[in-house]
């Protein structure tokens, strides 16, 4: 990855960059497919960033080469727990994306019906009341857990 131990290469870091920008570009997509492919290219781009980051040398295993020949080992750690946790996240990302193209026939994350709302009303540049019920903040029967049952006090004489 490095000439000469000068630095990274040009193809390097344009690979890193397009790897993370095509990443960003899809996530910001509809579809699951599409968010899927976008975290597993920004993992790998971030992968090849955190890796060119560690020192160049030999492989760091004990008695293969002087220690301060050998390559660092934190860089090669990172780069192994960032893979297992995309892989994890790949995984999850899979399962759901699935199970919305089975109970649905596509794989398209829907509007919910609060965001149209709120899309509808900054087009018409409208602003809201804070509370729309209308009820303090402490009083809405749906915001407010409501008090546990009790038991009635025993008499004195019953223990």
Known sequence: M???????????????????????TLLLERSLTRILLGVIMLGNGVNLLILLSGRPGAPPVVGTAPTDEMSGALAQALVLTAIVITFGFTAFLLAVSYRSWYLTGDDEVPDDLEDRQVRRRAERDELGPADLGGEGPNSDPEQVDPEPPRRPPEPDGER
């Open 2 to 24: 490095r000439d000469g131990g000068t630095g990274p290469t040009l193809t390097v870091v344009l690979a890193i960059g397009i790897l993370v920008a095509c990443g960003v």
